[in-house]
């Protein structure tokens, strides 16, 4: 079955600096991939989303890659904020059933 | 900008009680899903719901759960008869297709006693 790896740990960034976070999965490649946000108890908040066939995505300060051949996608936040902190989820969405298939999240911390 | 709602925000419920956690997703969106995410857990997919039916569900949505789209605007989850384990956050979501983004209600936390 499809298994999706994101950095458990958090991760300390500048205020300023360009935050990476990772997404890994395995067995097949997805039809889509999208990047959500989620503060302590909320939804997740859509950021963007990449189709298989698509290598960058760029949406203001955000920026998301998709390698199929690594299968791994990195999501960038340029000049990062204090507003910025959050989870990071990456999901994959399955093209057979149209299911979400989520990863643990990475919990992005932005020190002023 | 037009977006999922879920009502209660907050619900506390005696082991072995029925619950029904409501959901008004986007108006011209068709398709419709539950997530669950167990505190300090990754977001889980319970079921998709599509044309009047189920259309995907996970080992997760058991017998004790079953979903509905009673009128044009509301879609709820029922679990018949709680568990302890049953205790997450429950999101509602929707889209227009089924291979576009899905949009997140708020969610509802679900305390089982």
């Known amino acids: 079955s499809q298994k999706i790896e994101q950095n458990s740990e958090a991760l300390n960034i500048q205020e300023g600096k360009t935050a990476t976070l990772t997404c890994n999965y395995t067995?097949?490649?997805?039809?889509?991939l999208q990047w959500y946000r989620q503060d302590p108890g909320r939804g997740p908040v859509f950021l963007l989303l990449?189709?298989?066939n698509e290598k960058e995505k760029r949406k203001e300060r955000l920026k998301v890659t998709f390698d199929t051949t690594l299968k791994q996608s990195l999501f960038h936040i340029t000049a990062s904020q204090p507003a910025d902190s959050a989870t990071y989820l990456c999901?994959?969405?399955?093209?057979?059933?149209?299911?979400?298939?989520w990863g643990a999240g990475t919990k992005l911390i932005i020190k002023p | 900008e037009p977006e999922v709602t879920q009502t209660p925000s907050h619900q506390v419920t005696q082991m072995g009680q029925e619950v029904i956690l409501r959901c008004v997703p986007i108006?011209?969106?068709?398709?419709f899903y539950w997530y669950r995410q167990i505190l300090g857990q990754k977001v889980e997919f319970l079921v998709s719901?599509?044309?009047?039916?189920?259309?995907?569900k996970s080992e997760i949505f058991d017998d004790q759960f079953s979903v509905e789209r009673p009128d044009g605007s509301n879609f709820t989850l029922k679990i018949r008869s709680t568990k302890l384990e049953d205790s997450a956050m429950y999101f509602c979501?929707?889209?227009?297709?089924?291979?576009?983004?899905?949009?997140f209600g708020p969610g509802t936390r679900l305390t089982v006693l």
């Open positions: 999901a994959l969405l399955m093209d057979s059933n149209y299911q979400l298939i």
């Open positions: 990449i189709r298989e």
């Open positions: 108006s011209n969106h068709l398709y």
């Open positions: 979501a929707s889209c227009i297709r089924g291979t576009d983004t899905q949009y």
């Open positions: 067995n097949y490649s997805p039809a889509y």
């Open positions: 719901f599509y044309n009047n039916e189920i259309s995907e």
